[in-house]
């Protein structure tokens, strides 16, 4: 199992720029989750989805930001245009089907938006 | 409203110390379901541990234990004979009410472990 799979790690944008992450969830996990991470406001959720349908966007921040899940095997956030305060640590988990079973977590991409 | 609270930001102890990470949760439901992450310098988030509600049974896991408290809503994690390998930011979190298709997780702030050679 290659657990999740997020790309890039590390991404260095000019504000302005459009910034795609990707994530691929482990197969079978049929919840997927988007967290940003930053030293001021810790672990924020900011969208999640069930067998690729959205379930919850109330953490994407703005219209800036958007996310897709077009099969079960990819998801994609967008930021588009990015600006400095976006930089942090964006996380995707994946998890199976009751809570239960907590989440699992990518390696993260490290958006700086200089 | 639910809520976890890692009172301690910061904590620093020298190799072989046990040392204890307190977790205090709030929740009005009676199903509901708590975990610990571990955060190391390399970023990554690890999921340690899971408990349900109904189980107040402490865990041991090698060096790792937890010892889950209904009565005062705690959900505590000890380290035994700490190691440099320990170092890291650990996450407490909670989920939120189990309906539909909700899996949201609360999470705490955080508290980050230095252990010190």
């Known amino acids: 199992d290659a657990g999740v799979i997020q790309s890039p790690r590390h991404e260095v944008t000019e504000m302005g720029q459009e910034v795609t992450l990707r994530c691929k969830p482990i197969?079978?996990?049929?919840?997927l989750f988007w967290y940003r991470q930053t030293m001021m406001r810790g672990l924020e959720l900011l969208i999640y989805?069930?067998?690729?349908?959205?379930?919850?966007d109330s953490g994407m921040p703005e219209d800036r930001f958007s996310a897709k899940m077009p099969n079960a095997s990819f998801s994609t956030l967008k930021i588009q245009p990015s600006e400095p305060r976006d930089s942090a640590v964006y996380f995707c988990?994946?998890?199976?089907?009751?809570?239960?079973?907590?989440?699992?977590f990518g390696s993260g991409t490290r958006l700086t938006v200089v | 409203a639910q809520k976890v609270t890692q009172a301690q930001t910061e904590i620093s102890v020298v190799e072989k110390e046990d040392v204890t990470l307190d977790c205090v949760y709030e929740?009005?439901?009676?199903?509901?379901?708590l975990f610990w992450y571990k955060q190391p310098p390399s970023g990554e988030l690890v999921f340690l541990i899971r408990?349900?509600?109904?189980d107040e049974q402490n865990e041991i896991s090698g060096r790792y234990s937890w010892n889950f408290q209904k009565s005062t809503s705690s959900f505590n994690f000890t380290i035994t004979a700490s190691q440099v390998v320990d170092s890291a930011v650990y996450f407490c979190?909670?989920?939120?009410?189990?309906?539909?298709?909700?899996?949201?997780?609360?999470w705490g702030l955080g508290t980050s472990l230095a252990v010190n050679p």
């Open positions: 988990a994946s998890s199976f089907g009751t809570v239960s079973y907590g989440y699992t």
């Open positions: 929740t009005r439901d009676t199903t509901y379901y």
């Open positions: 989805f069930n067998n690729n349908v959205p379930i919850d």
């Open positions: 408990r349900n509600s109904f």
């Open positions: 197969s079978g996990h049929d919840y």
């Open positions: 979190a909670l989920s939120e009410a189990l309906t539909g298709n909700n899996r949201k997780l609360i």
